[in-house]
């Protein structure tokens, strides 16, 4: 499917025509052509002179872009469906038709930041394909040009949030650990007062009398804040991963709390990402049976991710409000990366050198196999 073929002028002109309720005849006397050149517009087999476009729109009373079909921004739902689309592509069709069609669109809306900054996600998420190391690369940079063009531009603070936090994880991902640092120490700061804006926001939706939204704000709250502590867990874990007693304390805890939350239920990614950390960690201390048991959960837990309802996010009787905050994320309750493209990436996770220990085992090899099966 080639999404960037949307102007469609063939077709917006001749509806036009009729409802102005003229002939192919009187159009093309007014416009100084042929009759033959109105047809072969209509029908897409050439298109008017450049120069003819100001006298066309005049004639019909709108604009050249309304003519020619050209939206300079796109709307939330058009953002869905075209990332939708290429994610979807970049599992069936060559990866750098896929670029290339990204990067034409990119040219066409290069105004329209909340769709730069998707496309930037989209790059982000998809480089892994890319035939080698370099070409990876040059995916990322051309994302970080994206961040850089949005927060050079864009007044929207929503916008340039978003673009500031993906340009310092495509820094991290590009080698500029000192840049992503310096940029993330202030804005991440929890002394700042942002901090305490959740609490703030719920009391306030209290005080107001708007008790839903008290109820839906405070589980989105909760939703996150569990997801950011399981991730700060987890990179607790691997930082200590040569201190068993450490790390053992530390799995105790993001156990706890993932069993009291039915993490491997309510976000099954998450939960596959502390059973991986977790193995890593045991193999770093040579503890291969807790590792193997740790992959054990990790492949149970990517198997239940793979059902295709829960690729996207989800709450659960606890989390009973959030599918109105899901479906206003930039994706709407998408997954960013299509179903193929997750099971194809999984085959890299059993290469961290950490597991090297455990080439031996057969348990090792068949979970191997079965995560892809």
């Known amino acids: 499917m080639n999404i960037t073929n949307t102007l469609h002028f063939s077709d917006k002109l001749a509806k036009l025509r009729r409802e102005k309720k003229i002939t192919q005849e009187e159009l093309a006397n007014f416009v100084g052509v042929t009759k033959a050149s109105v047809s072969k517009w209509e029908t897409g087999q050439s298109l008017p002179d450049i120069l003819l476009l100001p006298l066309l729109a005049s004639f019909f009373q709108i604009s050249i872009d309304d003519l020619i079909g050209y939206e300079p921004q796109l709307s939330s739902e058009q953002i869905q469906k075209i990332y939708q689309t290429l994610a979807k592509d970049f599992s069936r069709q060559p990866f750098e038709s896929v670029i290339e069609e990204s990067r034409t669109l990119v040219k066409k809306y290069y105004s329209c930041y909340p769709f730069l900054l998707q496309i930037g996600i989209l790059w982000l998420n998809h480089a892994s394909l890319a035939k080698d190391t370099n070409r990876q690369k040059e995916i990322l940079e051309s994302a970080v040009k994206l961040c850089r063009h949005i927060l050079d531009g864009c007044k929207d603070a ?46 306030a939706y209290q005080m107001a009398g708007e008790h839903k939204k008290a109820i839906r704000y405070t589980q989105v709250s909760i939703y996150t804040h569990l997801h950011s502590m399981i991730s700060s867990l987890i990179q607790y874990l691997l ?12 799995l105790k805890r993001a156990d706890n709390v993932a069993e009291i939350f039915h993490l491997d239920k309510l976000n099954p990614n998450l939960s596959a990402n502390l059973s991986y950390a977790a193995a890593i960690a045991y193999c770093a201390q040579n503890q291969p049976e807790q590792a193997l048991a740790r992959l054990k959960q990790y492949v149970k837990d990517v198997r239940f991710l793979l ?21 206003e994320l930039d994706l709407g309750a998408s997954a960013p990366r299509y179903r193929d493209i997750v099971k194809r990436s999984l085959s890299d996770t059993f290469s961290h050198p950490a597991f090297t220990v455990l080439e031996t085992f057969t348990e090792f090899q068949k979970m191997k196999e079965g995560v892809l099966s």
């Open 158 to 203: 929503k916008i340039t949030g978003n673009a500031f936090m993906l340009k310092a994880i495509l820094d991290l991902q590009c080698g500029r650990i000192s840049e992503a640092v310096e940029a993330l120490e202030d804005h991440l700061n929890p002394n700042h007062m942002v901090m305490q804006g959740d609490a703030c926001l719920i009391q």
């Open 239 to 250: 930082i200590h991963a040569g201190d068993a007693e450490l790390c053992k304390e530390t």
């Open 307 to 327: 059902q295709d309802e829960n690729l996207t996010p989800h709450g659960d009787a606890f989390f009973n409000e959030m599918d109105f905050w899901f479906s």
